[in-house]
């Protein structure tokens, strides 16, 4: 069926269909053609992929970033990084990357950064003097750390497909990785910034303003430590967790900012089930083409392989940085954990890696294909929020692929950074 199910999904993604429904259709194919399995198989592993008591932290974590991303609490974000940053060298430049890192600890999805903050930074840079297509190129670069910064919906996904793993230890794990990210961002946002002669025009403002804005901002911030912290000390569960936030941004929304109005909330649940039942549609598909994988006994064949190979952990840690990187060219992130994460972790366990540190390289990797063509999602958002075509932004991209690249091999050759945290926590 393998040599059925790669050449139809490849069609169909060429053809533009969605990555859920090509892989669905791709197996449907695969069965018809090459097997005698029944094509209730295909629906049976679908469903089973979505019978899961921890996915459901998915669609309540989504609701919690709808809820928070009201206009109140981007903006009160959108100022502190501001303050913070807004005086030095390309200020407003690196207040988008700041405020990016922030708002990743409420949304846990890249395409939420940018379609967030970052759409309403793009317009603030634009006034400020910077290039608009450089604006869009810094805004897909700094996005990239939604799904890194804990929470994140594709490490709930991840903790689902490796039992070496927890939601809990991938959360913690994603901390240091998330910082440095944002760190060589900032570094690119900088050189650039004194390469094109992008100066601040605003003075640092008083530490007592500064105090006040965060204050201001910390009922948004405090999201984040609610979550991790609830986690790292055994309060609750990443499910339970993700209930908890939803109460939270509706009690921050409505009563402290009051930038939430009842009114506004059958346009947020609707927002959150259309993107939850996108979520879940992948996860279903991705669910019915790995079973397809497994009973042709391709991971078990790909795993005794390289295991024969005799690689060592480093060449073998920069082999799935070069097949993920290409991998990430073709298909979203949670899609590709469902598929790869079954016949790599166990490979990476075998060698020795530790299990959350080889997590964070698979899903910082697949997560910087939301920023390559051809399918690039990060490309798209930035492209119809800033009126350009993606050829545009991509020709200012070089010096943030750079500095991502750096970010990688950093996480990838110093395993502390991904592990260090989870073990203080106790995980």
Do not use: C
Request: glycine letters at 10%; charged letters at 10%.
């Amino acid at each position: 069926m393998a040599e059925i199910l790669f050449p139809a999904l490849f069609i169909l993604l060429a053809l533009g269909l969605p990555v859920a429904f090509a892989m669905a259709i791709a197996v449907f194919v695969a069965l018809s053609f090459g097997s005698s399995y029944p094509h209730l198989v295909v629906v049976k592993e679908m469903f089973a992929g979505l019978d899961s008591f921890p996915l459901l932290a998915v669609p309540f974590f989504i609701l919690a970033a709808e809820i928070m991303t009201g206009g109140a609490v981007t903006m009160a974000l959108l100022r502190l990084a501001q303050s913070l940053v807004g005086h030095l060298r390309g200020g407003l430049g690196h207040a988008n990357v700041v405020s990016s890192a922030m708002f990743a600890g409420i949304s846990g999805s890249a395409l939420a950064d940018a379609a967030g903050p970052g759409s309403m930074m793009i317009r603030m840079m634009e006034k400020g003097g910077y290039d608009r297509p450089y604006a869009g190129a810094l805004t897909i670069a700094s996005a990239v750390v939604g799904p890194i910064i804990p929470p994140s919906i594709t490490m709930i996904i991840y903790a689902m497909q490796d039992q070496q793993v927890s939601v809990g230890s991938l959360f913690m794990a994603g901390i240091l990785p998330g910082f440095l990210i944002t760190l060589m961002v900032l570094l690119a946002n900088a050189y650039v910034s004194k390469k094109r002669g992008y100066v601040s025009g605003e003075a640092m403002p008083p530490l007592a303003e500064i105090g006040r804005i965060f204050v201001y901002a910390l009922p948004a911030l405090s999201l984040i430590v609610l979550i991790v912290g609830g986690i790292r000390f055994g309060i609750f569960t990443p499910t339970e967790a993700s209930v908890i936030a939803v109460f939270y941004a509706l009690i921050v929304g409505m009563f402290i900012y009051r930038s939430l109005k009842l009114r506004d909330l059958p346009g947020i649940l609707l927002r959150a089930a259309m993107t939850s039942g996108a979520v879940l549609l992948i996860l279903g598909a991705a669910r019915a083409f790995a079973w397809v994988l497994i009973i042709e006994g391709i991971p078990q064949l790909l795993a005794e392989t390289i295991i024969a190979w005799d690689l060592s952990p480093v060449v073998f840690l920069l082999a799935v940085n070069l097949l993920l990187l290409v991998f990430g060219l073709f298909m979203d992130p949670l899609p590709g954990v469902m598929i790869l994460v079954p016949i790599l972790a166990p490979i990476a366990l075998a060698l020795g890696i530790d299990p959350n540190h080889f997590a964070i390289i698979v899903i910082v990797n697949l997560t910087l294909g939301l920023t390559t063509p051809p399918v690039g999602s990060l490309i798209f958002v930035v492209s119809s929020t800033v009126g350009l075509k993606p050829t545009t932004l991509i020709r200012e991209m070089p010096p943030f692929f750079l500095a991502l690249a750096g970010a990688l091999l950093l996480i990838t050759f110093v395993p502390v950074l991904s592990t260090w945290i989870p073990a203080v926590s106790g995980f």
